[in-house]
């Protein structure tokens, strides 16, 4: 082999692996951007449900208050399934998450559960433009069952740290 080609076979062969260890990197931190971006998109619901919660529980805040939540709750609802890329899972080694491997098993299921938010986040919204509370408490339930139909199937508990 003369000294041209075997220097271009080590140029080759060196690029490749560069390129190698770049794609990994690079899939590295959007993993890592994307679960923070879930992280902060479940921060919000958290604290839309502690809204919806504090009106049913002792009457603070408002219809108007729960309806902004409930809104809060359907957009996030369509959000989930973009911010579940397919290695993004507990056990791949990404960043923070307690996301089950389950959810990249089940994909239809997962999707349905989050539509299931969606739809129960945009009934409340509806409901509580009306303004009455028993119907307000009737519609809540659903954003409970909504909530934890994902979160028992595909969360894992939480971690130690």
């Not at 923070?96 to 299931?116: H, S």
Request: aromatic share 6%.
């Amino acid at each position: 082999m003369n000294e041209w080609l075997k220097r271009e076979l080590m140029a080759a062969l060196a690029m490749g692996i560069l390129t190698a260890g770049t794609t990994d990197t690079a899939f590295a931190q959007s993993a890592g951007k994307v679960i923070k971006e879930r992280r902060a998109l479940m921060k919000s619901n958290g604290k839309s449900f502690k809204v919806i919660k504090a009106f049913l529980k002792s009457g603070k805040g408002s219809a108007a208050d729960v309806q902004k939540a409930a809104m809060t709750l359907a957009s996030n609802g369509g959000k989930i399934p973009g911010l579940y890329p397919k290695g993004t899972s507990s056990t791949d080694g990404v960043g923070k998450t307690r996301a089950k491997p389950a959810i990249w098993a089940k994909w239809a299921d997962f999707e349905a559960a989050a539509g299931k938010l969606k739809a129960a986040g945009g009934n409340l919204a509806k409901v509580a433009a009306m303004g009455e509370a028993g119907a307000i408490k009737a519609a809540a339930g659903a954003i409970g069952k909504a909530c934890g139909g994902c979160h028992k199937p595909f969360r894992g508990p939480k971690q130690k740290k």
